[in-house]
């Protein structure tokens, strides 16, 4: 215990904050170690998505009743506070969508059905989660564009010379994870969106990973494009924001059509409305992005610097205890990471460890974690990953070791 006192958080206090960790699974005390698959949720959110629903229910934007004033006012709020957390220049450049796998999907269907033309290159890398690969694979192969992949290195370490190779002036799109939910890597992204657009490319960031741990500033980054996930910042499940820079926003067509995102229809002809409702077509998901402004508040209020040192004496108190266990590989073991750690155990499969971990009442995530050409490259099925939040101790690190270890003498 008294390791947690030396971080400039009272754990205590904001574990209260979060009512599911007091539960028990198999008869054992919850230890809830898969947070990159998504995070529990404050009180604040579970307590802003009741009170809208009791209280202000209304469609936004057109209604002029007072419910719908109030629902208008706090989702809009929402956007705002999003600008803040990512430093964003316009409040318009940020646009809700339902996740990082949306926003991608945007960017690819708006942008890359407009722009890319045959013989254009998109650049990904093989860290790449399975939602900045696919939206990518399909809108190249309809406009006869090429997708060309960033090798990395054992470690999974982004290899910057190779990638410096593939730029050219054919491409047009770099698409790459800020950093990586199967390894915890953090990619270099400043430097990969300078060589980008030195070429004249643009960069789209996939922030699913980063944006709960690591302070993210849109315009110091000079992203192009920033994608994340309400649910993995503490938020709800469903909403999520795509940032992309003003001007190029303004030049690309709607994603979908439908209410809300137009100026004016007729049979003939339909004109759009500006941003950031030009991408926001039909009933947005109201709540839940109202929650998600709760869930910032609350990152906020705590510091994203007091969470970053808690979360990093975490990450270096898990690596040195699994490191000492013999028969276990971490993968990805950089010093630039997210507090995400990934692992094989000789001899025994990802899916028991899960299982028997499981029953001892403790979470983790075990599989391909949605990145199969990252395990083809390392050259195996899967992984084991307990990824931490800033409510997991360093007591509940201890039982994860100790239930590993229990698991390797049950399989041996
Ligand atoms: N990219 C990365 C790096 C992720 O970790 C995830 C979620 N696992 C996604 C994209 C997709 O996010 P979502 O499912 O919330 O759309």
Redesign the pocket.
């Known amino acids: 215990m008294s390791k947690n006192v030396l971080s400039n958080i009272d754990l205590s206090a904001i574990r209260q904050q979060f009512p599911i960790l007091d539960r028990q699974v198999k008869g054992k005390q919850l230890v809830y170690l898969d947070n ?3 995070t529990q949720k404050p009180k604040a959110v579970i307590d802003t998505l009741t009170d809208y629903y009791s209280r202000y229910n209304a469609n936004i934007h057109r209604g002029i009743h007072t419910l719908a004033e109030e629902a208008t006012i706090a989702y809009e709020s929402t956007r705002e506070k999003v600008r803040g957390f990512i430093n964003a220049k316009h409040v318009e450049e940020i646009i809700f969508t ?7 999907n945007l960017v690819a269907n708006s942008w890359g059905r407009s722009q890319l033309k045959e013989g254009d290159e998109i650049i990904i890398s093989t ?6 690969i696919v939206p990518w694979q399909l809108i190249a192969k309809e406009k006869g564009a090429n997708l060309r992949v960033v090798p990395i290195g054992d470690n999974g370490e982004f290899l910057f010379d190779e990638y410096l190779k593939l730029l050219s002036a054919n491409t047009r799109m770099v698409s790459v ?6 390894l915890g890597v953090i990619n270099p992204v400043k430097q990969i969106i300078e060589a980008a657009h030195r070429m004249g490319a643009l960069v789209m960031v ?5 944006t709960v741990h690591l302070d993210i500033d849109v315009q110091d980054l000079q992203a192009d494009f920033f ?6 910042v503490y938020g709800p ?1 469903g909403v ?1 924001v795509l940032y992309g820079k003003k001007e190029i926003l303004e030049s690309m067509p709607p994603f979908q059509g439908g209410g809300e995102m137009i100026r004016e229809v007729s049979f003939k002809e339909t004109t759009f409305n500006e941003l950031p409702y030009k991408f926001e077509a039909g009933t947005p998901n109201i709540a839940d992005t109202i929650a998600l402004g709760s869930a910032l508040d609350l990152i906020t209020s705590i510091g994203k610097l007091n969470i970053r040192h808690h979360e990093d004496e975490l990450l270096a108190y898990a690596t040195n205890a699994l490191l000492s266990i013999e028969s276990l590989r971490i993968m990805g073991n950089t010093p630039n990471k997210v507090s995400v750690c990934s692992f094989v155990i000789d001899g025994v499969h990802p899916q028991d460890i899960g299982i028997l971990l499981d029953n001892q009442g403790i979470a983790v995530r075990t599989g391909h ?3 199969q050409p990252l395990m083809a490259r390392l050259g195996i099925p899967g992984t084991t990953r307990a990824s931490f939040a800033m409510y997991n101790t360093f007591e509940e690190i201890d039982i994860l070791i100790a239930g590993i270890q229990k698991v390797i003498r049950m399989m041996k």
């Open positions: 990159a698959a998504t339902r996740g990082t796998t949306e926003s991608i860290l790449e989660h399975h939602s900045n994870v800020h950093a990586s939910n199967a996939d922030g699913a990973q980063s994608a994340f996930s309400g649910h993995k499940t999520g974690h949605c990145t």
